[in-house]
């Protein structure tokens, strides 16, 4: 069954492979993906996921949307 957890470097390339679906450039609301965050490298993939949540799931986060969670689903 799918559950939802927090964003975790371990899913690296499926992330990029699901960007890559998206196509590089397209605006994925909802993502907390910003112009200028590199995610490609695994440092700069690791510094955006620990921006997006701290490292801790239930962890609420002021963007300049507003105040926000990040889920992501994973599949069994």
């Not at 559950?3 to 679906?21: K, Q």
């Not at 695994?42 to 949307?65: N, Q, S």
């Amino acid at each position: 069954m799918p559950e939802l957890i927090a964003p975790t470097t371990r899913l690296h390339a499926a992330w990029l492979a699901a960007r890559d679906d998206w196509g590089r450039g397209a605006t994925q609301h909802g993502s907390g993906l910003g112009e200028g965050d590199e995610v490609d490298s695994p440092e700069g993939f690791a510094a955006w996921v620990a921006g997006l949540h701290g490292g801790v799931l239930e962890d609420v986060r002021d963007t300049w949307l507003g105040r926000s969670r990040r889920y992501w689903i994973a599949l069994p």
